[in-house]
């Protein structure tokens, strides 16, 4: 019995993973562990949930584009496409740091993860800052009340800045954690937000991409 | 140790708190599953109330029971509790909470503090909206809350505002579930439990939860247009600046029609958990039944315009979406054959549990025939808005999903109270219930068909509509009647009903292994698997015994819980589960606040309920569960 075999492994190999304590305990049991975190797989749903919110959001974006006949309708601006697409790429650039860091603290390097976090968010708090200017420079221009267009184009391009949003605080609040070193839930914290940013950079470019449509 | 000392050992570290700080700081999701049943029920006497006083303003022609706007309200906050507050959380939250970790071998859901953060969103929620009916705002432009009539300028005043934020409200919480069932389902099972020896149980509620998780963010993306319509001024559902009254019907359809099989496919699963229970016998097809349960949602997405083809939609679109309906029936008639041939092959005893599962097929049957002929596009457009598709839907709903949760609540009674029903009066509870809603549902196919309008407030008389509406309605107090024989037997069996034993029925899956009422940490050994009727299994089941003790699989180090790879079962690692916790509801609370400001307009009083919400979550992870 004392070997007894549940699901492949025996109980007395199986990590007891959240007893990691420090850096390096986290990373053997990590490394004993069959496949991702329970976190990752909520992640992985709260990811699908969202990008089903944006796919409906495109999703009207584009019908109400096919029933109008003027897009944008007349004497509403157009987008403008070189800067909102530059810095949708330079957001996306932080999908590198985030990684990296999933993958610094995955090996126990606690610093570098914290470097690294703090590259990435030093890129996401610029793009916002910039975003929410631009967002309410455009506002002086036309406005959500003006026409459907209007409306659908603002509601999008907010939904975005406020996922974006989300992921500075998660970020913030990892760096917070991780200043009293690094447990195994802090570990799938990493893992999870990194990969909460790589869905939020390709969401800001599938969205940038979207309203930049109308220019094409 | 000896196996009693183990036994207390877990229930010493699993115990709950005593008292009512126990039940508002619970994580057990035997407990939130209670929660949930009791809170729906209260909304499902509300919803009841509300259908039998429409009931019986419509027993006679050129009745004023009550007057034109308080019954469009009646029809429509109707329609959203039946479907928001009674079916997908006493399904879901409910029937799903409690038995699902029972069923998988697992000691909890895979998120607690969700969990328990689920069941106060939707409580907020139910209160929320039916906050609106005492302020005389109700909802009233039906459920499904067509434009241009649910704008502002067509319907002034907050009633639709209560509308869009409750449905937003209560769908954080249906999502929220729905993603802590699928990690649950996939993550949290007894290690060498494959996904071939799942109970169908799971694979409905793991169909369902997938179905939930992409239909709610079409519902929660339309009402959020129609709040910003009526509420900052945008324009999409406005024709004359460029929007489209259309835009709205997709919307919702695209959830509002997999959300029938998401009310109906929990139903599959009771269904597929009582027939083999007294038929003694597995289930016929289970690879297929397995797959047909998945299928029925996910072709379940791609047949939503079929509930538009009276607006007008080209040619091509209205014929595919007929097309894609057909395809639907296929994996929906898989099950009715695969459960049909489990009873006749099997020896089946007609107890309640199992006469309701009998009712259920049959009422499915008959509104899956009726479904069909909505294909028929001509046919269709004949009958769009008349009682005809009342009855259809309400054989659907009524017959298919709440007669399974009415057999669910006589068969897994035992489980949850330790007492026996008591049999003659369940079974006359039955025939009272099935004879009631065949008198309330069928005529309306015949009014229907003579033309009779849904949603009217009455109807005058020299139409030939008064016999049948009376039958009607006589059915309808015949079904009250039925249900309260259920549940004043229940409320009886639960003081006086003999004593069941942790397995009255002979059950087929892993619940019925441990005692009634379970313990708190559910299964001192973590349970062997090696079928999908593991309680048959007797070797397994002396082996976890064994176990016991000898104190092996027992994981009494701290709230463990083991987790394994999603399909395989392979046991990937031990857990710490997290412990009561008071964040759920405060998060839930700061949520309800920041929801009451949306509705009257304080904007800058919103941003600082934000803040609230930030701070609850830095509360609730503030501690990690080894800290604990």
């Given amino acids: 019995m004392a070997d007894y075999v549940a699901g492949g492994v025996p109980e007395r190999l199986v990590p007891r993973t959240t007893e990691a304590r420090n850096a390096g305990d986290a990373m053997t049991l990590a490394g004993r562990r069959r496949g991702p975190s329970v976190a990752f797989w909520g992640m992985a749903t709260v990811v699908a949930s969202e990008a089903t919110l944006f796919g409906t959001f495109i999703g009207s974006y584009y019908y109400l584009r096919f029933s109008a006949l003027h897009w944008p309708p007349p004497g509403t601006p157009e987008p403008r496409v070189v800067v909102p697409l530059v810095m949708a790429g330079v957001l996306a650039t932080t999908s590198l740091p985030m990684q990296l860091a999933a993958i610094a603290a995955r090996r126990a390097r606690l610093w570098s993860a914290r470097a690294l976090l703090v590259w990435a968010l030093a890129v996401q708090c610029g793009y916002l800052a910039y975003e929410i200017h631009d967002y309410v420079d455009q506002l002086h221009r036309s406005a959500p009340q003006d026409n459907a267009y209007s409306s659908i184009y603002y509601t999008l391009l907010g939904a975005d800045h406020v996922h974006v949003a989300i992921g500075i605080l998660l970020v913030v609040w990892l760096l917070w954690k991780l200043l009293r070193g690094l447990t195994m839930y802090r570990l799938n914290a990493v893992q999870v937000i990194a990969f909460y940013w790589h869905a939020v950079n390709l969401l800001t470019l599938i969205v940038i991409g979207v309203l930049l449509s109308v220019t094409l | ?328 029936v296929i994996p929906s008639t898989i099950q009715v054959f695969a459960w049909c041939m489990t009873f006749i092959t099997g020896n089946a005893q007609f107890k309640t549990p199992l006469l309701f599962i009998a009712g259920f097929i049959f009422m499915f049957v008959a509104g899956g025939l009726t479904g069909i002929m909505f294909l028929a596009v001509p046919f269709d457009q004949q009958v769009t808005d008349t009682y005809f598709v009342i009855a259809h839907f309400h054989y659907i709903i009524f017959g298919a999903a709440v007669f399974p949760i009415f057999g669910g609540l006589y068969f897994w009674f035992p489980k949850v109270t330790g007492r026996l029903y008591f049999e003659l009066p369940g079974q006359i509870s039955f025939w009272i219930i099935f004879v009631g809603t065949n008198l309330l549902f069928f005529p309306m196919h015949i009014v229907g068909l003579d033309g009779m309008l849904r949603r009217n407030y009455t109807y005058p008389s020299g139409l030939g509509w008064g016999p049948d509406n009376l039958v009607e309605t006589i059915g309808s107090y015949i079904t009250t009647i039925g249900i309260v024989v259920l549940l004043a037997n229940l409320v009886v069996s639960y003081f006086r009903g003999p004593r069941a034993g942790p397995d009255p029925w002979h059950g087929a899956t892993l619940e019925w292994t441990i005692s009634s009422p379970p313990p708190e940490y559910n299964f001192a050994v973590i349970p062997k698997v090696s079928s999908a009727y593991a309680n048959w299994d007797d070797a397994d089941r002396e082996e976890d015994r064994r176990k016991l003790a000898e104190g092996v699989m027992v994981l009494d180090q701290g709230h463990e819980q083991p987790v394994s790879s999603p399909v395989d079962g392979w046991w990937a690692e031990i857990v710490e589960m997290p412990h009561d916790s008071p964040w759920p509801i405060v998060l839930a609370l700061a949520m309800a606040v920041v929801f009451v400001l949306l509705l009257l307009h304080l904007w800058l009083g919103m941003c600082f309920a934000l803040a609230g919400i930030v701070l609850a979550l830095l509360g609730w992870h503030g501690a990690e569960p080894q800290e604990s």
Avoid at chain 2, 295 to 300: A, D, E, H, Q
Wanted: aromatic content about 16%; hydrophobic content about 55%; charged content about 10%.
């Fill in chain 2, 1 to 328: 140790m000896s196996a009693a000392a183990y036994e207390e050992r877990l229930e010493r570290m699993w115990r709950s708190r005593p008292g009512v700080l126990g039940w508002v700081m619970t994580t057990d999701h035997k407990r939130i599953g209670l929660l949930y049943f009791w809170t729906t029920l209260v909304l499902f006497a509300a919803g009841g109330a509300e259908a039998l006083i429409m009931r019986t303003q419509l027993i006679q022609p050129n009745q004023h029971v009550v007057g034109p706007s308080t019954y469009d309200e009646l029809f429509t906050m109707h329609g959203l509790t039946m479907i928001f507050f009674f079916i997908i959380p006493m399904t879901t939250g409910a029937f799903g909470n409690y038995l699902l970790p029972l069923m998988l071998g697992a000691r909890d859901m895979a998120f607690p503090r969700m969990n328990a953060l689920s069941y106060w969103v939707f409580l907020a929620s139910g209160i929320f909206v039916y906050t609106s009916l005492f302020l005389g705002m109700a909802p009233n432009a039906g459920w499904f809350d067509y434009v241009p009539l649910a704008n502002a300028k067509f319907d002034p005043g907050h009633a639709i505002d209560f509308y869009c934020l409750g449905i937003i409200f209560n769908g954080i919480s249906s999502s929220l579930t729905a993603g802590n069932f699928i990690v649950t389902i996939l993550k949290m099972r007894a290690p060498g439990m494959s996904f071939n020896r799942m109970p169908l149980f799971c694979f409905a509620f793991l169909a369902a939860s997938w179905g939930l998780l992409f239909a709610l963010p079409s519902l929660s993306a339309d009402t959020i247009f129609l709040f910003l319509d009526r509420n900052v001024g945008t324009h999409f559902f406005d024709v004359a600046k460029g929007g489209s009254t259309l835009l709205w019907q997709h919307l919702f359809w695209i959830f509002g029609h997999p959300e029938v099989y998401i009310l109906i496919v929990p139903a599959f699963g009771i269904a597929t958990e009582i027939i083999p229970a007294f038929t003694q016998r597995r289930v016929v097809a289970f690879p297929l039944v397995a797959v047909a349960e998945l299928l029925v949602v996910f072709i379940g997405f791609g047949v939503w315009a079929h509930h538009m083809f009276a607006t007008g939609m080209p040619t091509v679109t209205v014929v595919f979406f007929a097309a894609a309906t057909a395809v639907v």
